[in-house]
């Protein structure tokens, strides 16, 4: 257990690698506001990410011969040989990779349960005295039989899921100094965290000033960018939408889905609020987080509360119009209908981004974490978890879900033996 009261300041500025995966922006942005700071750190991004937020290293020779090699990987399906000769290359590349930086950087940030190696890396970097932070995002990190993602898959996938999720887990424990996640979603950690909302998700700046004025009697634009339509709601807002244009409303929705980053930037310029999703476990996610930036509300659906995010004080409790998902025809009304209270929201969201999440803030706190200089409250004590509901599933659904991974896999295939009491809670969720 790392001793965090303990934690010696480094006699410089340290020397900081992030990666090695990009989650909506986040590390490309930690990387700014690194910069902004004159921080000496890199990004480094091993995969083309379909969304194209930027911002990651592009022309070291090892990070270009990786995603090459995990290109040629994908497309030798059923050429089994070839596929083995690329996974060997690539993990040639990736060794030497690391060689590369092991000796180059002082502060290793790891986002998406990555590694060079496997996490055979991990040692290593212990071995020569290197910190090392994992960053958790929501789904690396939350239980499969809570993630809506694998509810419609087989139940076995979704049990071999959580015991393979445990066991990362426990390895990253293992060597990690510091783990941010989100309590909602951290089911499976046995050591102390630092809620992700706590150190903020690093965000772009000055993008309001690119706000498109909207014309007095135009039809609002309620945007939704949905990464999974079905996990976020999607078929329900749409009704809920035609729902509100019978009954007179001048609005229309946007959709946005699977498109690039610019694209959804350019259309959050143009639109007077936004849906986010109906069954999330956080407060502002990625796209309420950028719509922010804009001044634009949001509108937050889910059945978690400010306890489950980890009890943050006032003025880090992110201002949206969250939600039970039963109520959420209702608020896209009244933000619709209540024009004061739709802008005061946006310019709140705006001053709260610009205040608290801004890159060069977050980075900030991360500065202060790798120096030792975390106050003991902000760390998060996993057996505080009460949140059962998860993330893409409506109550009901959640229930029913839970109920065939118990009956097939045991109360072990809760992965909770942990923290008997939250398991039990679970089993009690399952049959109420």
Known sequence: MVNYTKIMSLKRNPRILIGLHEVAGYNGNLKKGFDELEIESIFMELSYHPFKYGGSETNNVLIKLIRYFTNKMSTQKEKVLNKFFWLYCHQAAKFFLFLCVLFKYDVFIFGYKTSFLHFYDL???????????????????????????????????????????????KKIERYADFIISHPASSHFHERKFIPCMRMGIPSLRDWHKNVTPMLSGHKLRILHAPSDPKRKGTEIIRKIIKKLQLKGHSIELIEIIRKTNAEVLDELSRCDFIIDELYSDAAMAGFATEAAFFGKPAIVGGYANIYDWGELPDEMTPPVHHCHPDEIEEAVEKLIVDEEYRKELGEKAKQFVQKYWSAKYVAERYLRLIKGEIPEDWFYDPPNISYLHGWGLSEQDAKTFLRKVIKNGGFKALQLSDKPELEQKFIEFANS
Do not use: C, T
């Open 123 to 169: 040692p290593i970097l212990k071995f020569f005295k290197k910190k090392i932070v994992y960053i958790f995002y929501g789904s690396d990190s939350r239980p499969p039989y809570i993630n809506g993602y694998y509810s419609d898959l087989p139940i076995q996938e979704s049990i071999k899921a959580s015991y393979n999720q445990k066991k990362i887990i």
